[in-house]
């Protein structure tokens, strides 16, 4: 089993930054991926970023490249995401994932922070 607790969401204007955090607790995550979702209001969860536990290859939905970054602390079993140059667009429920296998679905998720950017 794995926990993960996201924090680090807010109220932001358009054009700031957040950082979020993802901790994970209950057994090692370093060799996992890990990523981060997102769930507008009316919409569809959609991917934004992930990384591999092994490699550190990461992956960026197009509408986040150059914006935002992921980056994990396997020390702490942390993963973050950067989010810069914030976008209206940008608001949502941003959830944290992670995957035991090498492909397929996300086996753990955690349970969500609000990030709304709005002036």
């Known amino acids: 089993q794995v926990q993960l607790v996201e924090s680090g969401g807010g109220l932001v204007q358009p054009g700031g930054s957040l950082r979020l955090s993802c901790a994970a607790s209950?057994?090692?995550?370093?060799?996992?991926?890990m990523a981060w979702f997102r769930q507008a209001p009316g919409k569809e969860r959609e991917f934004v970023a992930s990384v591999r536990g092994s490699s550190g290859v990461t992956i960026y939905t197009d509408s986040v490249k150059g914006r935002f970054t992921i980056s994990r602390d396997n020390a702490k079993n942390t993963v973050f995401l950067q989010m810069n140059s914030l976008k209206r667009e940008d608001t949502a429920v941003y959830y944290c994932?992670?995957?035991?296998?090498?492909?397929?679905?996300?086996?753990?998720w955690g349970k969500g922070t609000q990030v709304t950017v709005s002036s």
């Open positions: 209950g057994r090692s995550s370093s060799t996992y991926t």
């Open positions: 994932a992670c995957r035991l296998s090498y492909a397929g679905a996300y086996d753990y």
